[in-house]
């Protein structure tokens, strides 16, 4: 009976860990959502730099999940640029699906953010940014989160349709 209930307690743990999208990885909770809004935010940066309106979404993509990463564009963040170049190359390599679906999806940046470091990932939720020292960027304003959860409420209902 002991051994039932510890084997049940188990089973539920694993299945929570393999349900949430979240990634195991070796950098800390901070620096995973810091690395999720630099992707996100130097990745708009070089879309708008580097293509015009003409240029498919897919090849915008295709070159942000390459350009992105460099050390020259991390370093105005929190966490020292190696350790960004690390967890920005995390992203683009572990969340690229996401990441290609996410930025189809929703063209405005924070709504970006919104949709991938706290919907699709999970990686910002219970985040505390108000002690960085460098990065001062609280996260996205209450309007950004509202047109993106009404998107996705929207997107959620004509699927079930």
């Known amino acids: ?21 979240y990634k195991p990885t070796k950098f800390g909770k901070e620096v995973v959502c810091e690395g999720c809004h630099a992707f996100v935010a130097e990745s708009a940066k070089l879309m708008n730099r580097k293509h015009t309106s003409r240029d498919k979404i897919e090849t ?22 190696p350790n960004m170049k690390k967890v920005c190359d995390y992203w683009a390599t572990e969340y690229k699906k996401e990441i290609t679906q996410v930025f189809k999806e929703y063209s405005d940046p924070e709504e970006r953010e919104i949709a991938l470091c706290f919907d699709v990932t999970d990686a910002c939720i219970g985040v505390d940014r108000s002690n960085f020292r460098i990065n001062k960027y609280k996260g996205p304003t209450g309007e ?18």
Request: net charge positive; hydrophobic share 45%.
């Open 144 to 161: 950004a989160m509202k047109r993106t959860v009404m998107a996705k409420s929207k997107h959620d209902i004509s699927d079930e349709l």
């Open 1 to 21: 009976m002991q051994y039932q209930w510890l084997l049940s307690i188990i089973v539920l743990a694993l299945a929570i860990l393999y349900a949430s999208a």
């Open 60 to 81: 915008q993509i295709k070159d942000a999940l390459k350009r992105t990463c460099d050390t020259e564009h991390l370093r105005a963040y929190e966490f020292s640029p």
